[in-house]
């Protein structure tokens, strides 16, 4: 079995045959638009760096702007109609994924697509039913608009600011109440930042009652990569008497 876990994909260009009908989708735009009208290669060379970095490239004004949001929904609109119903895969596109997916590694596509081009574009390539994530251009633009919030980020930051005031906290509480007494069982992830047998090393300094290891094949987030070990573990710990 590969150590390869997961793969991460393009689709523009990579898994469907794309990028000159993006270009051409722009220039369509631009020229309703009564916008200049640029060389066509100037365009399609500049094909997946975004449109908040392509349009300004080109045109010289931002994405943003009135024009460029204009230009830039002129363009999906264009894209949508006319040239995605006509793209085609990549050679050897979908049997590349099928044999990675038989190979026990987990397909994700990352793209600057908006989330309506990349349900459109997954279709096209016919690999829809390989590929288990994905993530947009409107995907990242959440993640911006959420985290620049005020105080958005103020809670996971006093969380390592306080780190000092735990130990100390810590500390007093199992010199006057030592040791906890309950079953405790602690689990750490076998791969990457899982910790291995460092969740139950912690645990023993502060409780006497500790089992516990490590579940395999997981990381950090052991609930979302091996859901069913967990329940497994969980269920024969909270059988014991």
Wanted: charged share 35%.
């Amino acid at each position: 079995m590969s150590r390869v876990r997961v793969v991460i994909l393009d689709i523009d260009g990579t898994l469907v045959d794309s990028n000159d009908a993006h270009a051409r989708a722009f220039l369509d735009a631009a020229r309703e638009l009564g916008l200049e009208v640029p060389d066509h290669h100037e365009v399609w060379r500049r094909i997946g760096m975004g449109g908040d970095k392509l349009i300004p490239d080109v045109w010289g004004f931002e994405k943003e702007s009135e024009q460029g949001e204009k230009l830039n929904r002129r363009k999906g609109e264009i894209f949508r109609e006319r040239y995605l119903p006509t793209l085609e895969p990549t050679r050897g596109a979908r049997a590349l994924l099928h044999r990675m997916r038989d190979d026990g590694i987990k397909l994700v596509v990352a793209t600057s697509a908006d989330r309506e081009d990349l349900e459109g574009l997954l279709e096209r390539a016919g690999v829809q039913d390989l590929v288990q994530e994905a993530t947009s251009a409107d995907d990242v633009e959440d993640y911006l608009r959420c985290y620049s919030q005020p105080g958005a980020l103020r809670a996971g930051f006093a969380y390592y600011r306080a780190t000092a005031q735990d130990v100390a906290d810590n500390e007093a509480a199992l010199r006057e109440g030592g040791k906890l007494k309950m079953p405790v069982l602690p689990l750490g992830g076998g791969e990457s930042f899982g910790r291995r047998l460092l969740a139950k090393e912690s645990l023993e300094r502060v409780a006497e009652n500790v089992e516990g290891g490590v579940i395999e094949k997981a990381g950090h987030w052991i609930p979302e990569e091996q859901p069913e070990e967990l329940l497994r573990r969980l269920l024969a710990f909270f059988a014991k008497p």
